[in-house]
């Protein structure tokens, strides 16, 4: 039985929000834990090309909400006959903003055991200081055992350990599922992201991280309960931050509007392809008009961002659940189709500490940031507060709910539409009140922004293929990607950083996490744990550590294996360096860099500081192991 890794922080539950191409942005999973990583392990089985299916039904619509209907519905049949064929959990994935449609098979494992993760003050040495930074010295890993009836799963087809490692200038590839990119925007897009996107939500979680700090001022018991949100919002304003310097910089803004001028001039320059997209550029301006409008309401009523908090975002589940589940499977929303249903059980059922005091102060300080924003007299801030205020509501509905409760949650999902109707619990009321103004301004949202950008990007792919051919590629989308790159280190320059000019390696050593912790006085985030003081005399601190690559990476490629040419893992993708934040809109690999934990300082930790030999034998060997 092959093991998995990961990054150790994945496991953990740190996860980044989203931004998809219309510019709505997923929530950022508030106090994730171990269990949330382990209920399910996903392997890519198969790829199917659907979009000539999509298309086909696509093509039976008059006019483009019709249209946009009938491709969800597509989506969802083909979605649901394959789950009915296979078994397999199956998803239609959209490519170049609706250019292509692919189907991806995945076969689950529900049995995932935890073989072995370092300490978190290890597995993110540094902390928030170190965060994007390079040297590092960060024993990010973790290994997983898939299990299936009990027994270890039998997988013959795995990638082996190296033996030698990687050098300097040697060939890297990377296999991952990176969550999102934004390399296909048009400039109008990119000023949105730039002007009002990104500075709202530097400014959201900055708010909200603050609101967390005093929170966990108060009490050990709140500064663990509230550890997790804090190192996700510390994360997401570093990564905003730096995204935002590059969508600020001349340099980028002008590469982009000079290949969109190129773009442009072909179509001028051919009839025909003035005839089809003269007006792409105007349409999808058109669009971010209403975008820009339309964003903060959506994003707080729809996007959840007015009632933060893993309760609240339960009951918001269920309270939709219920509704949409009186529909046929291809009429719901998507998320709610019978394909997702197995998933979203999952997640609802499963029975996970949930601290109310923490709950408490997010969904508080969302509502004040909702009412703020929106004014008194929006209709979701009408809807939520009836009068009170965000502190008297939060107190309220938080200690009055029993959604903390796994068996509770239960009953209501299986109660369907008439329990969740009849529910007096007052955060489902809470959400149910509401959930009529979020429904307005989603719809709003589809039919004045999402569906008409959508659109626009479909026929920008378009015109991409008709003119660049395959020479471009589809942003990221959370499904596989194949990168590969070359270790390298490279020349700090630029505004804003301290070491300008300096070289730096593309290698660090064991060694060097000991005097990085002595400069810093070993204070955290620097401190060391007792497991790695006592070993410091048996370790070979020469051992490589972590080391960089060119290869293009980005958020969600974190325990990506780092492969060589010859096919074996030289390392575990961890990171990318704070120059890289602005390649989600265009790469450019003069100081972007991949971080990766080498598997040779892998190999050296398990043996000499967790004394887990069995392990590392059995990587070392490839032999076969149980538990």
């Not at 692919?102 to 290890?122: A, C, G, M, N, W």
């Amino acid at each position: 039985a092959r093991l998995y890794a990961a990054g150790a922080h994945r496991v953990a539950g740190i996860q980044p929000t989203i931004t998809r191409a219309d510019g709505t942005r997923s929530e950022i999973t508030e106090d994730a834990s171990v269990d949330d990583a382990f209920r399910e392990w996903l392997a890519l089985q198969e790829i199917t090309d659907v979009t000539a299916r999509v298309r086909a039904a696509a093509a039976q619509a008059t006019d483009d909400k019709q249209r946009a209907t009938l491709i969800s519905s597509a989506r969802a049949q083909v979605e649901s006959d394959c789950v009915q064929r296979t078994g397999l959990r199956c998803e239609v994935i959209e490519l170049y903003s609706g250019g292509m449609y692919h189907l991806y098979q995945y076969k689950r494992y529900r049995d995932v055991r935890l073989v072995f993760t370092p300490e978190e003050s290890i597995a993110s040495f540094g902390g928030d200081p170190d965060n994007f930074e390079f040297p590092r010295y960060d024993l990010d890993v973790a290994f997983v055992r898939l299990y299936e009836n009990g027994l270890p799963a039998h997988t013959p087809e795995y990638l082996r350990w190296t033996h030698s490692g990687i050098r300097e200038g040697e060939l890297v590839f990377v296999s991952g599922h990176p969550n999102n990119t934004n390399r296909l925007l048009v400039t109008a897009q990119l000023e949105f992201l730039r002007d009002v996107q990104h500075p709202f939500l530097l400014e959201r979680h900055s708010r909200l991280l603050q609101s967390l700090q005093a929170f966990a001022s108060r009490s050990a018991e709140h500064e663990r309960s509230a550890r997790r949100s804090m190192l996700a919002l510390e994360n997401s304003i570093k990564s905003y931050r730096g995204e935002i310097s590059g969508l600020r910089d001349p340099r980028l803004m002008n590469a982009k509007g000079t290949a969109e001028a190129r773009l442009q001039a072909a179509v001028r320059a051919d009839p025909k392809l003035q005839k089809q997209y003269g007006d792409l550029w105007s349409a999808i301006s058109a669009s971010v008009v209403r975008q820009r409008e339309l964003y903060l309401p959506y994003t707080f009523a729809e996007g959840l961002f007015g009632f933060s908090g893993r309760m609240a975002q339960t009951a918001r589940t269920l309270v939709r659940v219920a509704a949409e589940s009186r529909k046929p499977s291809g009429e719901r929303l998507p998320e709610y189709a019978d394909s997702r249903l197995p998933i979203l059980e999952q997640r609802l059922f499963a029975s996970v500490p949930i601290p109310r005091a923490l709950e408490e102060v997010l969904l508080c300080e969302s509502l004040k940031l909702m009412q703020e924003k929106l004014g008194a007299e929006a209709e979701i801030v009408r809807a939520a507060l009836h009068g009170e205020s965000p502190e008297l509501v939060a107190h309220r509905v938080i200690s009055g709910t029993r959604l903390d409760d796994a068996a509770f949650r239960k009953r209501l999902y299986e109660g369907g539409a008439e329990m969740i109707a009849s529910s007096t619990d007052p955060l489902i009321t809470l959400l149910r009140d509401t959930d009529g103004a979020a429904r307005k301004i989603r719809t709003r949202w589809e039919e004045e922004v999402a569906r008409p950008m959508t659109q626009g990007s479909a026929r920008l792919a378009r015109l991409r293929f008709a003119v660049e051919g395959a020479a471009s590629y589809p942003d990221a989308s959370g499904t596989l990607r194949l990168a590969f790159g070359t270790v390298k280190g490279y020349v700090e320059d630029g505004q804003g950083i301290e070491r300008k000019g300096t070289h730096i390696a593309p290698f660090t050593r064991l060694g060097g996490i000991f005097s990085r912790s002595s400069q810093h006085g070993s204070a955290e985030p620097f401190r060391l744990p007792q497991s790695w003081i006592g070993a410091r005399e048996r370790l070979k601190l020469d051992t490589p550590f972590n080391f960089v690559s060119t290869a293009d990476i980005s958020g969600g490629n974190s325990g990506s294996p780092a492969v060589d040419r010859r096919g074996e893992i030289v390392g575990v993708i961890f990171d990318m360096n704070v120059q890289s934040l602005p390649t989600d809109f265009q790469y450019d690999d003069r100081m972007s860099r991949s971080l990766s934990v080498d598997a040779r300082g892998i190999l050296e930790c398990l043996r000499t500081v967790y004394h887990a030999k069995a392990l590392a034998s059995e990587l070392w060997e490839g032999a076969r192991h149980s538990e």
